[in-house]
């Protein structure tokens, strides 16, 4: 069935956006059942990238394609609005300014961008295809209501009641899917179920406890907090956070417009956008493979738990990567304009610089790696007929860096690039190679039986996707394959050994962050690879029951849910509450609390590592006046003051930094060693405050 849409449709949805907005924002039912927040993202996101997505007048070959880029170009505009309100002191976020006059200017922005089209689309007017639905279908839909229930009502269970049975179930649920699969196939079906299990598997992490787990997140937040509660973004904070306007805008922004906290803003908007990442993936790569191969190759990839673990404890990577696999839909040739590609190429680089210090400094070595393997490859292979990754834009891409991170944050950004810079070159030259590099210590290290289970499982798939690139090279089967996507894999399998070889440029960014961006590229040719392996011992007929029970294993293993079960060193919170994480409770928080208000201007702390996390909700990252405590204790001095969390205080032990001799690893010490009852300042159910004399 077809409907056409008008530009008649899109006056009155922009029209009827401002005003259910208005309506809807201070009204108490609205808020009840958060309708509010609905119209507050469709008003402040979707429509304004909706009119700058049919002013550029760009066409895709997908529906989902042209979601996203309108989804990216609202993002991207909500920042540049903020960044220019910041620039021009039209208004400063929120306490400057009455909120009903920020709510006024952006309403009157949307009706110029309305003024726009309609002056340059008179006549617009597009056919969609809207979607039957059978009942094989609604057997899915089933299944995918399912699961999405049983993940809320799971964190809403292990939050308030401590039970975890839920959380199991939709482990379970969303582990046998590749099996399920088998029966049920449709491409429409295929990109739901993605989005739904990719969704439920961060949403899983991300919904524990009412406040923020992780490490960097309380980093970050601390900086939106600042923006948000300033009234302005302070661009001179020597913080390389500060320079992120996914932090310091984006989330101020959809705070204000959604009337959800910043920290619902990280725990459930932000995973909702990165959800879209795998979908994105399935529709690019899906014209070169066939359906089931994507398919689990796109399962492989958000079944890794840096996908779910740690992106949840990132939100200004979700959004980086987000714009990532958008530039990777403009290299598939998907926009129909080479012109509108270039355009939108400059647009997603410069939201990637402005979203994700990490992910810029790693794309520079993978777009120069990139524009080296085009030019060997280039007379062999031949050019690609769709838009390159030119030199040119390479170049924007470098100088905008440059430009953005030297005027931002006092130039802190662009000192570490030059750090690293220097660091990369002489481990080339001197230390590759390294068995302390962070991938090296991956393979020599011996954990326990399911663990190296997993551990192994990893490094097999390394092997599979290094046969995946060789197929992909030299068989005729995928000579059809895009040349842009090849480059790439190659730049990020170079990355990956380089991973292996270079200590410092690992521990930079991480090893498993690394592999978690490479398999943006590289999923695919891991299921070539896997396949090749199963062909080859003769089990082709059994070939996609094998790769199911091999994902649904991956799946168990990576989520901790075996762990858990087998008690092999759990690692789960969203299972097992007792694990010593950066998870906090309600007297986590007053007691941080308490050293914010009462404590003096130059006071200074002493905390365990997952206690540290905490305070930077209230002080900010570059501030000297927090400390980890160590085995030594001589970095305690008297006029300190010691704070414990609820895990401190029930263990008696902190989580520190052990040194002995020159060496430093991480491990647990006594309290007692270090405090004494009556130093004792502050207490409540959960944490401590001591005060050393």
């Not at 958008?326 to 598939?332: K, R, S």
């Not at 481990?427 to 991956?442: M, P, R, S, V, Y």
């Not at 895990?647 to 032990?653: G, M, R």
Request: proline share 2%.
């Amino acid at each position: 069935m077809k409907k056409i849409i008008s530009n008649k449709h899109i006056c009155v949805l922009s029209i009827l956006s401002i005003i259910l907005f208005m309506l809807t924002y201070n009204n108490d039912y609205c808020n009840f059942l958060r309708i509010n927040t609905f119209f507050g993202v469709i008003f402040s996101i979707f429509v304004p990238g909706l009119l700058l997505f049919l002013i550029f007048k760009i066409k895709t070959k997908q529906i989902i394609f042209s979601f996203s880029i309108i989804l990216g170009l609202g993002l991207i505009n909500i920042m540049m609005f903020g960044l220019l309100n910041h620039i021009l002191y039209i208004t400063s976020l929120l306490k400057k300014v009455n909120i009903a006059l920020l709510f006024i200017e952006f309403s009157v922005y949307i009706l110029f961008l309305l003024l726009i089209f309609i002056i340059t689309r008179p006549n617009y007017s597009v056919k969609i295809i809207l979607i039957k639905i059978n009942n094989t279908k609604k057997l899915n839909y089933i299944y995918l209501i399912i699961v999405l229930c049983s993940t809320i009502f799971g964190t809403y269970l292990l939050n308030e009641y401590d039970i975890n049975y839920f959380i199991a179930i939709t482990l379970i649920l969303i582990g046998i899917y590749p099996i399920i699969f088998n029966f049920i196939r449709n491409d429409h079906n295929n990109i739901l179920t993605l989005y739904v299990l990719s969704l439920c598997l961060l949403w899983h992490w991300s919904l524990i406890s009412s406040y923020l787990t992780g490490a960097d997140v309380h980093y970050e937040y601390y900086y939106a907090k600042l923006s948000l509660e300033n009234g302005y973004w302070n661009v001179n904070i020597p913080s390389n956070l500060n320079s992120m306007l996914s932090i310091v805008i984006l989330p101020v922004y959809i705070s204000i417009f959604s009337k959800i906290s910043i920290i619902y803003v990280f725990k459930i908007i932000y995973p909702m956008i990165f959800a879209l990442v795998p979908i994105n993936l399935y529709k690019l790569f899906i014209k070169y493979f066939s359906d089931k191969l994507i398919f689990y190759s796109i399962i492989y990839f958000i079944f890794i738990s840096s996908f779910y673990n740690e992106m949840s404890q990132l939100p200004r990577q979700q959004i980086a990567e987000f714009f990532l696999v958008l530039i990777l839909v403009i290299l598939g040739g998907n926009v129909l304009s080479k012109n509108k590609s270039s355009l939108l190429m400059i647009i997603f680089i410069i939201s990637i610089v402005v979203s994700h210090y990490g992910l810029s400094y790693l794309l520079i070595i993978i777009f120069i790696s990139y524009i080296i393997i085009k030019k060997i490859f280039e007379k062999p292979l031949q050019s690609c007929n769709n838009i390159n990754l030119s030199k040119y834009l390479v170049a924007i891409f470098v100088i905008f860096i440059f430009l953005w991170y030297s005027t931002t944050s006092n130039s802190n950004l662009l000192k570490n690039i030059t750090t690293i810079g220097s660091a990369i070159i002489y481990e080339i030259t001197n230390d590759i190679f390294n068995t302390k590099t962070q991938g090296a210590l991956l393979i020599t290290y011996n954990p326990t039986f399911f663990h190296s289970i997993n551990k192994y499982m990893i490094l097999f798939s390394q092997l599979l996707i290094f046969i995946g690139i060789l197929i992909v090279l030299f068989k005729k089967k995928y000579k059809e394959y895009n040349l842009n996507f090849l480059y790439l894999s190659l730049s990020m399998f170079l990355i990956l050994v380089m991973s292996l070889t270079l200590p410092f440029f690992a521990s930079s960014i991480n090893i498993t962050r690394i592999y978690h961006i490479s398999l943006i590229v590289l999923s695919p040719l891991f299921l070539i690879g896997l396949e090749f392996i199963i062909d080859k011992i003769h089990l082709r007929k059994y070939k996609y029951n094998i790769t199911s029970i091999y994902l649904i294993l991956f799946l168990l293993l990576n989520s901790g849910f075996i762990y858990h079960y087998t008690n092999d060193n759990p690692n789960s919170i969203a299972l097992d509450d007792n694990i010593d994480f950066p998870i906090y409770t309600e007297g986590d928080q007053f007691g941080s609390l308490f050293l914010y208000y009462y404590s003096a201007d130059n006071q200074t702390f002493n905390s365990d590592i997952y206690s540290k996390y905490l305070i930077h909700e209230n002080f900010p990252y570059y501030w000297n006046g927090s400390d980890t405590v160590n085995n030594n204790f001589g970095n305690i001095q008297n006029g300190t003051l010691i704070y414990l969390r609820h895990s401190n205080v029930n263990s008696f032990k902190l989580y520190s930094i052990i040194k002995i001799d020159s060496i430093s690893h991480y491990d647990y010490i006594d309290i007692d060693l270090i405090i004494k009852e009556e130093n004792k300042i502050y207490s409540n159910a959960d944490s401590i405050i001591f005060y050393v004399y």
